[in-house]
């Protein structure tokens, strides 16, 4: 099992850019596909993105598409989430998570197809 926790959460203002970091422990991160998930007050939790475990496959959420960018340092066991052009919707607790697989190009949108999470970093888009 693989430990995560992310960080670099906070607060913007509207059209402000935040980037967010998911450290992994425990495990290397290169045989994980990886993906970003966000719960809004009083919302379901939506995916926001994803990328496959060689780092070469992204995939987004319409609501973030050109605006959020998914990467990952494999050397670094750790995933990021760049966002701009921030919007005060975009105000919600941001989890990463994780699934491990053999498959070097496969991502996953759906929450249930991840095993490990982490406890989320809450970010607060300002108008």
């Known amino acids: 099992q693989v430990q995560l926790m992310e960080s670099g959460g906070g607060s913007a203002q509207a059209g402000g850019s935040l980037r967010l970091s998911c450290a992994a422990s425990g495990r290397t991160l290169s045989n994980y596909a990886m993906g970003w998930f966000r719960r809004a007050p009083g919302k379901e939790r939506e995916f926001v993105a994803a990328i496959t475990p060689d780092g070469l496959v992204t995939y987004y959420a319409d609501s973030v598409k050109g605006r959020f960018t998914v990467s990952r340092d494999n050397s670094k066991d750790t995933v990021y989430l760049q966002m701009s052009s921030l919007k005060p919707e975009d105000t919600a607790v941001y989890y990463c998570?994780?699934?491990?697989?053999?498959?070097?190009?496969?991502?996953?949108?759906?929450?249930?197809?991840?095993?490990?999470w982490g406890r989320g970093t809450q970010v607060t888009v300002s108008s």
């Open positions: 998570a994780a699934r491990y697989i053999f498959r070097r190009s496969v991502y996953y949108t759906s929450h249930n197809d991840y095993y490990d």
